[in-house]
């Protein structure tokens, strides 16, 4: 580790902190219809979409019409997407004339860019067409995006006042989110990718003669504005392969920094709307700080693994002091490839812009782990906060209680409902992780698809259901995806990662809007100190994380200790 | 509660009850009742398995040794569970049968017509209904729970409250109830049964404090469904294990993933959780307050508005005198002979807080004169007086006394002394002889020493207090100022009580409150914690959730705290617990990974010595450490007065810190010796 390499990050980290308080504002009162900056402009438009689609902004909707209207729209999408991708050989701009996906890639891809995953089975270069990735994936990545900041704001509304019936409106918070936030924010962001070199242009391909002679071709096509959105709504879906590795989605330190200060914005701008949403800043505050303590830490134990060279090469003759540039960009170095992706799995965005599978066992244990947490730290745009309060919820039961009165977070007491919901929507995450995991190493034909033996292995299986419970997306590599065993069982853990946690949620959300808010007093529990951060990482790490430990150990903790023991499979 | 928390702490080594507990832990095993406790039910449910299948390794020859340890480990947790609830139950059976021997069978006497005293038939307590009359006479037990409908008598009521003392009780008013059980000693009562049998204040009482009727409270059922999640949580994380294992080349054996499940679960609390909640009811029982149900104790916990009525639990039950004011051109002595002299007469608490003031300030002695006639206080006429030589002396209410002068004008001096007076929060009288004003005095309220403290105690705590009293409101606020209550209600009328309480709830908050008479009985049943007086009205007693056998309603305070030092206990645990498991993680993962990887014996922090020895003494620690909390969960986490903030930080350092760092040093040390004594 170096100075200059810890410099990178902690600049990188203060200017996203500086960018996202400003846009948390505005989230914020965008989504309760006040004034904006952008409302003479787009407020016009906002009426017309409302006419046109028959919607009373004003009208409140109970958790479950506010549910329904979510997972209707989600459904539909599913199915649009679905078709678009099945039917690429018949629809216009597919100059090369791909052909459709086969049923099961275009399930999972569809459940991938529906629930915010953006888990790619398949080479977005050569399967599809710039109109597939630009109606096809590009539009969904502002839909999912909006619908888990519409459930964040859904959830914050709950705390803010006592006996509320509803929620806000769902497709009144939806359009807000799209027009007032993330299509201006992706607009000038993609445009500033252009200017730093990520192309956008409808031809599929540059024909290069190299200096020896040798003819190549080039894939390009609509890159940055998708880019933008990739990054802003933490999707994660690359237009290549390579994703945020190739030099046409990420040509410079200067792209980089402007992709991770993009991924981090709402994320972590969301904590400073649900401060103002609650009238409370400093709740948004605590909640910043254990999301800060997380990414440091996150950080820190990365870059310290990364740093330490790999002593399998060095037994080669790599030079030691290098640290583990193994799968890296040397364009990026080992600061910028390990803090882009602790903030690419620390959020759902899951870009990578190194190569997981070969960072070192720790250092791959780090994205791993901060995505087993839940996607909480920050986590997904709105689905990383509102996972966030269920452990908030959880922390102040299990503590609360030694204040000597019924738990309440925010002014809401925290009884038997709100403890089920909870625990049903957390059950989820070992449920579909350790249950696809366990299930797909002993099938015979399924440990075929793993690239590596050993641990490793083991690593490569468990973040691939990691990655899709968690709807990060990002990819451990060396595994082969596309069977007809893993698109279906990743994409339905993608599903229940998504969904299943959720409707829980809504429902949550429900029942404390509904309850009286209990004045605070010297009595109360208080949520916005030191003590409450503490508790909150404590409640995280032991209740959110603990129960990946065995199977942690039997992947890269092993591996760890096994390679420096100069073993290998 | 320092007293009381000895009487709990000698009851805790009392051995009848221990040796009874061990025999009914062994009866709680059974599955039907157990499955009420989900983390326990599960550990019971292991613990039968892997004693099956360490039998039949044994059966076929095979060494099932190592099986059969952990299974007697897992065993013994699920008895300590089961013992720590027979213990906790074991100490409200000792009050019950106390209780019971109060409900000998009697043969009542039931009026055929109730007006008709002389004509009775004997019938069995059981079989009397609700609205018969019976007769209780001198002698006689009360054979069940009743108003009186005629007559007055002192009765014994040590049975129920442990005070020998006797109460009157009579006809009419507040003092009208009776509780079955107890005894008459003087005189007769006709009495109207308003219980059925069964259904008495004694036999709720005594089902109470057995635990018989324990219901989860709401608290408890949260807490529950967080420790069924935890569980299945837990059990995913092991049941997919053996896939990751097998992946990775070992195979794990039942017996030691059970032992993985069992420590991971939270047993601790699992086991501990109805000890708790049974151990403070008991609490309550003990410091004489019947709750009907444990969610009132927990209501109490949450209580943060509390209504206390002024007179007798803020300031002492009278007001009494504290100056003598004389009217321009009268000295103050002569004013104080006046005094004496026309209080002879007044017999009431007031009067006599007169004479004392007058024998303590101004050393005159409340002595007749011989020829003297003394004119009594009434409260019709609100004066009292002496006529004695010719002369008249008066004392009473202000206007009274000035109605007695024949309305003349009074002296501007003593006007305004009389208006001063009222605006500080007292009581004018006014004092004449021979139609000639000679000055006031003083009665003031005094506010118990140290209520205030208190007070500022319960600030601390989150909790309001407020006052409700008859008084104007000038001379409440003057009073509330004095005693450091958050708020008041002045000329308070039971609607005005209940309005009171409805808003307060409203706004999101718990109120509690004391009673006695019937009109409080709806402000007692809005109130989330009504705690009735014994000696209260049967309206009063039914409507609270609480009865003060004492009748004191300063406890009101204390009740808080017990509930508060229940949800403290039950969350101390709970965070214990729970901080436990990274230990657990520390001990059993590299024993069980070791085969597969031996350089996961890195992550043997705690270097234990072998796999075996590591995996038992984890398990053997998990099953101690809940017999070990035994006192801790039965005597309750003490609760200070320090705010959330201050007992969050504290508790969370004992139990939160204690929790992760204490589980390290006890595996080590079982381990140890273990491995000394070549167990394992």
New interface residues.
Partial sequence: MTISGWAEVALTLALILLAAWPVGLHIARAVEGERTFLHPILAPLERVLYAAAGVDPERGMGWQSYASALLVLNALHFLMLYAMLRLQWVLPLNPDHLAGMSPRLAFNTAMSFVTNTNWQAYSGETTLSPGSQMWGLTSHMFVSAGTGIAAAVALARAFAR?GMETLGNFWADLTRIVLYVLVPIAIVAGLALVALGVPQTLATHADATTLEGAQQTISMGPVALMEAIKELGTNGGGYFNANSAHPFENPNAWSSLLEMLLVFLIPIGLTFTFGRIVGDPRQGHALLAVIGIFVVAAVACAYAAEAHANPLLTALGVDPPQGNLEGKEIRFGIPLSVLFNVITTATSCGAVNAMLDSFMPLGGMVPMFLIQLGEIVPGGVGSGLYGLLVFAL?AV??????????PEYL?KK???K???LA??A??IL??SI??G???S??LPQV?ASLGNAG?H??SEMLYAFTSATGNNGSAFAGLSADTPWLDTTLGIAMLLGRFAFLVPVLALAGSLAAK????A??????TH?P?FV??LV?VIV??GG??????L??GP??EH??L??G?TY | MATHAKAAAIALLDGPILTRAMADAVRKLDPRQLVRNPVIFVTEAISALVTVLGLRTIATGGSGGFALAIAAFLWLTVLFATFAEAVAEGRGRARADSLRRARTETLAKRLLNPADRALFEPTRANDLAVGDHVLVEAGDLIPSDGEVAEGMASVNESAITGESAPVIREAGGDRSAVTGGTQVVSDWLVVRITAAPGATFLDRMIRLVEGAERRKT??E???D??L???T???L?????????????GTALGVPVLAA?LVCLIPTTIGGLLSAIGIAGMDRLVRFNVMATSGRAV?AA??V?TLLLDKTGTITLGNRMAAAFIPAPGVSERDLAEAVVLASLGDETPEGRSILAFARDRYAIAPTRPETATIVPFTAQTRLSGLDHDGHSWRKGAVDSVRQWLGGAEAPAGFTAAAERIARAGGTPLAVARDRQLLGAIELKDIVKSGIRERFAEL??????TVMVTGDNRLTAAAIASEAGVDDFIAEATPQDKLTYIRRVQ????LVAMAGDGTNDAPALAQADVGMAMQTGTQAAREAGNMVDLDSDPTKLIEVVEI???L??T???L??FS??N??SK?FAI?PAI?VA??P??G??NVMHLASPQSAILAAVIFNALIIVALVPLALRGVR?RPI???A???R??LV??LGGIVAPFAGIKLIDTLLALTGLA
């Fill in positions: 006592g959880l039961f299990v503590a609360g209680l030694m204040v000597g009165r019924t002014g925290i009884q038997a709100e403890v089920k625990m049903l957390v059950l070992p449920l350790l249950g995991t366990a299930l190493l002993v440990a641990p292995g083991l009286v808010k209990v004045p007093s010297s009595g109360t529990f208080p100190g003590l503490g508790l404590g032991i209740l603990l129960q990946f430990m065995p199977a150990a039997l903790l092993a200790f096994v420096f023991a073993k | 709401p608290n059922i949260a807490l469904i967080l069924a999640g935890l299945i949580i837990f995913i994380a092991v049941v997919t294990l053996v896939g990751l294992a097998h992946y990775s993985l927990e916990g949450d943060d600030r601390r705590m989150g909790i309001r409203g706004e999101g908050r509930g508060k030092q949800l403290i039950r969350g101390a709970t965070t729970i901080a498991d990274i993680y993962l990974f597969a990887y350089e996961l890195a992550l609760f705010g959330a903030s007992l969050l930080r508790n969370l139990y939160g």
